[in-house]
């Protein structure tokens, strides 16, 4: 009785949006119709085969972290900072994944169902080990542990692999950046996910700094001068009118990692992400290092 | 006397001069020395490089985008007659940036050719929308102002909507929005001296008209200046200046304003010098500042972007030089409001606005966006939304109605039209009590982030009315100040929300200013703490009343002014903190409900407050519904509608009441 009574109503709010979503689509293994606000979560659930009924910023999602897919049943609940919750309700989601950033949130969302925070980010705490361990929590929390340790373990597998075939190649230090505006960078340091994976690869980071935690790019473009010598990896975004900006830029066209043509754009990769982030960042680096003309300076 | 104050002014501005050129000499320094650890051979090379490429033209692009900025805001005080006119109060800047943002969204190609043509268009909008829509009251000072005010908002918000519905990161409106120096090539540093050249010229041309500009409009007629050809000629040249330093380096605050006020302040009398004093000053204002940015960068980069961080300068430069100086002359700012017709029948007023905030309250309680479209929701699945919209509108709803009644406090006791907690400074200094609060206690519960926001805005205000009180401190200087207050606590908060620490991020989310975490526990608190201090309102009615009429009336019929004061302050800065925590203190509802009310026609002090709460209630719920609709599922700042709703009616009433009164 009851369970039909809950069937009527999800079906009756189903219709009242205009949405017409199969129950099952949802589901994960364990049943569970999980709602992801973190885009680490997202990234590490759908990694573990499990489809969100609903994510936020799905539009930006799909340009800026690229895999794993997401499905088009999933619901786009709006932006991270003020996710939409009456899509959220409506969604009817009974766990809903966020993380230590979305703290002032937790409130609401657990009006909504049982929230799962997966903690990956922390000052000054090298970031692999804890997407590591909400992979493995994700596993538990879903009942796909058995799919959540073999992720792990083939994640760093993979990754001694790339490193592998780096070995003996790569001798520079490694820098990775982002571009804020044609006149300022932010490197990424031990504490980002990308100086953690430079480091599982075998390679030394040139930023031996921390990197800031905010997204702001603080560095003027001359602070690159200070690592003349390293192999220069861009992460995008980079919009047009910063390539344009570098053309004319007397001082970018003038540093030694430009000059010697050291610098490489690799594909789009969550800054913040989790495990599959960390992959996909360790396959473009290891590809953008191999690629001739980067290999030659090795 | 008047010497020694001259000399003491000339040693200040020696003085910070000199500064700006030790910290620059500083970092060529760094660049020019020989290095202390052995570098690969063509390190030095790069050195040569990074100083030739880097230092040297960032230096320069401080002094010219600061003199042209100077050179700016004293044009547009000058024709305008109007001492708060300069390029962000008549939101040149937020123009040109609205324009950019849409240029690099929608047409990449043409910003590739021509990003200055695309700033200066939008600067340009923005004046002449400001101009179009005061013209009927003869660009009258306050009407400029309030409408640039309005028009600089709702471009402002306008970027962050664009910016946010394409899905951007939220960080970058906030950061990248502000002015950043850093070069990498003498190009900008040329475009904008080329620009500051032909307006220093120009100026200099037009030093006659323009003298006689700054007479009434019949006697500059009378002495054959070709007014209106003048006037859009002066403009003009002061907007191509500003648009063309937002192209080039971005939105630089608070140098437009202060370098003319400063330049005043430092006794340059006529035409001539201040022509020279006002970009010189605006020049060393953002030298120093810059020097000041780069010397407490670390060596993971800059803590504040420049153009936020000139007011962390220029704003307690002004607050400590305002009050300073006694012989302020100001071209007048009548900032009386002009007579409104009072209505015969209130309280009929009072009963419409209070069915037409109930219709708001239903339509936003019931229509909304959804996957399917639009929606009106009813039965069960409106109980389940009611969860959420329930706490929303209850709120926004009270929220609006604190604000609005702040604001109307603010105006009666200081008998200044433009006064309001936003112009004050009063909401953004709740947010430096709410950011104490976050850094100094480890988890501030609800009652310690209230009391910490009400103690910064009770501060603020307090601060701002011992300012007002002081003798000769007329309006305009009021506003000046509030201004520069409000700037200040900003560009405080802007240096935080740089640290990107959880903190940061919570700050941030409240500068946005959401009702989407209103729980049912934070409506019955916001709506209790509404009720509880609107209900002391008709309580002070007669104070209200009384004290515009002046200290010596009030006294002589036995008001306890001092006390009345301090009661009424302390009242006006509960009610922003309160709503203020809830909606972010960019609202704009405080400075427009209380007009919107009396220009209606509730002229009594205690109709007027009514109206005003009904009026900033409902704008606010209508304001939120916006916000939560249009881009669903995306949010859109709630500012944005609240600034698009009420602006253009104000705009429109300002001009109907000017013409009913002739």
């Given at each position: 009785m009851t369970a039909r009574a809950t069937i009527t109503r999800r079906h009756a709010l189903g219709l009242a949006a205009g949405a017409v979503l199969?129950?099952?689509?949802?589901?994960a293994a364990s049943g569970r119709r999980v709602a992801v606000i973190d885009w680490a979560g997202l990234e590490t659930a759908l990694a573990l085969g499990i489809v969100p009924v609903a994510a936020t910023e799905l539009i930006q999602f799909r340009k800026v972290v690229v895999e794993p897919e997401v499905p088009d049943s999933v619901i786009d609940l709006g932006l991270r900072g003020t996710p939409n919750y009456e899509a959220l309700t409506l969604a009817e989601p009974d766990l809903i994944l966020t993380s230590n950033y979305y703290e002032g949130q937790r409130a609401s969302l657990q009006r909504v169902a049982e929230t799962l925070s997966l903690p990956i980010y922390q000052p000054g705490v090298p970031p692999y080990t804890p997407a590591e361990d909400a992979a493995l929590a994700l596993g538990r929390a879903l009942g796909r542990e058995a799919e959540a340790r073999a992720f792990v373990a083939g994640a760093e597998a993979e990754i001694a692999r790339l490193g592998d075939s780096l070995r003996g190649v790569v001798r520079r230090p490694v820098l990775a950046i982002n571009f804020g505006d044609a006149r300022h960078v932010r490197a990424f340091g031990d504490d980002s996910m990308f100086g953690t994976v430079l480091q599982r690869l075998g390679l030394h980071n040139a930023w031996a700094s921390q990197s800031s935690y905010s997204a702001a790019a603080p560095l003027g473009i001359e602070a690159l001068a200070r690592m003349p010598d390293a192999i220069t990896v861009v992460v995008p975004p980079l919009p047009p009118d910063v390539v344009r900006g570098l053309d004319d830029s007397a001082l970018w066209q003038a540093l030694p990692m430009v000059r010697e043509k050291r610098v490489s754009v690799i594909g789009p990769v969550n800054h913040f992400g989790g495990l599959p982030a960390a992959l996909r960042f360790a396959r473009l680096v290891t590809a953008a290092l191999l690629r001739p003309e980067t290999a030659r300076h090795g | 006397m008047a010497e020694r104050v001259a000399v003491n002014r000339i040693l200040l501005w020696s003085g910070l001069a000199l500064a700006a050129a030790a910290l620059s000499i500083r970092q060529i320094a760094g660049h020019a020395a020989a290095p202390s650890i052995p570098l690969p051979p063509d390190a030095a090379w790069l050195d040569g490089v990074i100083l030739y490429h880097s230092v040297l033209p960032r230096i320069a692009v401080a002094l010219v985008a600061g003199a042209a900025l100077g050179l700016s805001g004293l044009l547009l005080q000058r024709v305008l007659r109007?001492?708060?006119?300069?390029p962000s109060t008549l939101g040149v800047s937020a123009g040109a940036q609205l324009a950019l943002t849409l240029g690099m969204l929608y047409a990449p190609a043409l910003m590739n050719h021509a990003r200055e043509g695309v700033a200066l268009a939008g600067g340009l909008a923005a004046v002449g929308l400001i101009l179009a829509m005061t013209w009927r009251r003869g660009l009258e000072p306050v009407a400029v102002v309030l409408a640039g005010m309005m028009v600089a908002l709702t471009a402002t918000m306008g970027s962050a909507a664009l910016i946010l519905a394409n899905g951007e990161y939220l960080f970058s409106i906030f950061l990248w929005g502000g002015g950043a120096l850093a070069q990498q090539s003498w190009g900008p540093t040329m475009t904008i001296a080329v620009r500051l050249l032909i307006g220093v010229g120009a100026a200099f041309l037009l030093m006659r008209p323009l003298a006689i500009l700054g007479l009434d409009d019949a006697s500059a007629r009378s002495l054959g200046v070709a007014l209106n050809a003048t006037r859009f000629g002066v403009i003009g040249v002061a907007v191509w200046l500003a648009a063309s330093v937002t192209a080039e380096v971005g939105v630089i605050g608070f140098v437009g304003l202060a370098a003319p006020a400063l330049a005043h302040l430092s006794g340059a009398r006529t035409q001539g010098q201040r022509l020279v004093a006002a970009p010189l000053i605006g020049a060393l204002l953002l030298w120093l500042t810059d020097g000041l940015v780069q010397l407490l960068a670390g060596v993971d980069g800059e803590r504040v972007p420049t153009g936020a961080a000139t007011a962390l300068l220029g704003g307690p430069l002004l607050l400590w030089l305002l009050p300073r100086l006694r012989m302020f002359e100001w071209p007048s700012l009548n900032s009386r409001p002009a007579p409104s017709r009072r209505s015969a029948r209130p309280y009929r007023l009072i009963a419409l606005f209070a069915i037409l905030g109930a219709v708001a309250v239903g339509l936003a309680l019931t229509v909304g966006y959804g996957p399917g479209g639009w929606t009106l929701s009813t039965g069960p699945l409106l109980d389940t939304l009611l969860g959420w919209r329930g706490p929303r509108v209850t709120v926004a709803a009270a929220a609006g109605a604190m604000l609005a009644a702040a604001g109307m406090l603010l105006q009666r006791v200081t008998a200044?039209?433009?006064?309001?907690p936003e112009i004050l400074g009063v909401g953004t200094g709740a947010g430096v009590g709410l950011t104490a609060a976050l850094f100094l206690v480890a988890a501030p519960g609800f009652g310690v982030q209230l009391a910490a926001s009400a103690a910064g805005a009770v501060l603020t205000l307090a601060a701002m009315l011992a300012l007002s009180l002081r003798a000769g401190f007329g309006p305009e200087r009021l506003l000046l100040a509030g201004i520069a207050m409000s700037a200040l606590c900003s560009a405080v908060l802007t240096a935080v929300i740089a640290t990107g620490t959880p903190q940061a991020f919570a700050l941030l989310r409240w500068l946005s200013g959401s009702t989407n975490e209103a729980g049912p526990g934070d409506s019955w608190f916001c709506a209790g703490v509404a009720a509880l201090l609107l209900a002391t309102l008709p309580l002070t009615a007669k104070w209200l009343e009384i004290l515009p009429l002046g200290d010596v009336t009030a006294r002589s019929i036995g008001l306890p002014v001092r006390r009345c004061r301090v009661l009424l302050v302390l009242l006006a800065g509960l009610l922003t903190a309160a709503a203020a925590l809830f909606v972010g203190p960019l609202s704009f509802i405080g400075l427009i409900a209380p007009h919107l009310a009396r220009l209606a026609g509730l002229g009594r002090p205690l109709q007027q407050g009514i109206g005003a709460v009904l009026i900033g209630g409902g704008l606010m719920v209508v304001s939120d519904w916006l916000a939560r609709t249009v881009a669903f599922p995306y949010q859109l700042p709630l500012g944005l509608f609240a600034a698009l709703l009420a602006g253009p009616y104000l705009i429109w009433l300002l001009g109907r009441s000017d013409a009913r009164s002739h």
């Open positions: 199969l129950p099952c689509l949802g589901h | 109007n001492p708060l006119a300069e200044n039209p433009l006064a309001s």
